[in-house]
């Protein structure tokens, strides 16, 4: 059964702390995708990487840094944890250019900055 | 710039009618793909359908219909028959093809009354 599984479902973490929030995935997947969710907002594209080592800024990388060393693993990382960072990330991956049922979700990981 | 707009923050639809969900899209690019997923209550994302832009015949998956004006660059979703469990967030999203990014609406809340 393919997969994409974030490592950390609820967080509560400190301002000002470093935060790392992980994605693997199983199936060989060019991209991957970080997002965030907010009522209201939908989902906004933090960043994207279309193959290892490379990244792409999304709509509002500001606050966020990734990493992404190997194909299966991509990670959000929040160099100092804010109070306005407090939200649902979620994590996706997909062939390249593929249509239809081609991108998987993961489960969303909610992080509390306090 | 690419962009999704969903102008409809929720909608509410008695049990068995249809509904329309609205989405338009802005992009430059000539080859690009549209979907449509469902969140309920639970955070998952379901993928419900897909049109790609060179498809001529408008996309349908049961009871879920895509209708495609590629002029108007609207791709909205037709929910027949509506059901309780209909009841949840849905978004639409655009990739363009020569990216691969994949960018979301700001979501529609459906609401299935009896």
């Known amino acids: 059964d393919v997969k994409v599984t974030q490592s950390s479902r609820y967080l509560v973490k400190r301002t000002g702390e470093k935060v790392f929030l992980e994605c693997v995935q199983d199936?060989?997947?060019?991209?991957m995708f970080w997002y965030r969710q907010d009522p209201g907002l939908g989902l906004r594209l933090i960043y994207f990487?279309?193959?290892?080592?490379?990244?792409e800024k999304g709509d509002i990388p500001e606050g966020y840094s990734v990493s992404r060393e190997k194909k299966e693993r991509f990670s959000l990382i929040l160099e100092s944890a804010s109070t306005n960072q407090t939200s649902m990330y979620l994590c996706?991956?997909?062939?390249?250019?593929?249509?239809?049922?081609?991108?998987?979700f993961g489960e969303g990981s909610w992080l509390t900055v306090v | 710039a690419q962009k999704i707009t969903q102008t409809q923050p929720g909608m509410f639809v008695q049990e068995k009618e249809a509904v329309t969900l609205d989405c338009t899209y802005d992009?430059?690019?000539?080859?690009?793909?549209l979907f449509w997923y469902k969140q309920p209550s639970s955070g998952e994302m379901i993928f419900l359908i897909y049109q790609g832009s060179y498809d001529e015949q408008n996309a349908t998956e049961g009871r879920y219909s895509l209708n495609f004006q590629k002029a108007r660059k609207s791709a909205n979703l037709v929910i027949s028959a509506s059901q309780l469990g209909d009841s949840a967030m849905y978004f639409c999203a655009m990739r363009e093809a020569n990216t691969d990014k994949l960018i979301f609406g700001t979501g529609t809340r459906l609401q299935v009354f009896p």
């Open positions: 199936m060989d997947h060019e991209n």
């Open positions: 990487s279309y193959d290892v080592k490379m990244k």
């Open positions: 996706a991956s997909s062939t390249r250019s593929g249509g239809g049922n081609t991108i998987y």
């Open positions: 992009t430059s690019d000539q080859s690009y793909g």
